[in-house]
């Protein structure tokens, strides 16, 4: 899968495949052990498939969560410091 397409899928719709690239790298390390997966390489790319998905998905929640905590702008006025002048006493 393509990142725009991880992109443009839910987030319910996310964890389904979430969950099934899961069993899959579940069943290609099963392989591995009996000594049955031909292509190796299928346990990396669905390392990467999962921590594709998992980025995503944590990118969604954080926009999700600042949509709903963001506060009003409110304009904010400089405060500037005035420095006391002193007057010394000649003596």
Excluded: C, W, Y
């Amino acid at each position: 899968m393509k990142l725009n397409e991880i992109r443009a899928k839910g987030v319910k719709e996310l964890h389904k495949i979430l969950d099934e690239k899961k069993e899959a790298l579940f069943m290609a390390k099963l392989k591995l052990s009996l000594g049955q997966l031909p292509k190796t390489s299928d346990i990396k790319n669905t390392r990467r498939a999962i921590a594709t998905m998992l980025t995503v998905l944590k990118e969604k929640e954080t926009k999700e969560a600042k949509e709903i905590n963001e506060p009003k702008v409110t304009k904010v006025k400089k405060v500037t410091k005035v420095k006391k002048e002193t007057k010394h006493a000649a003596k």
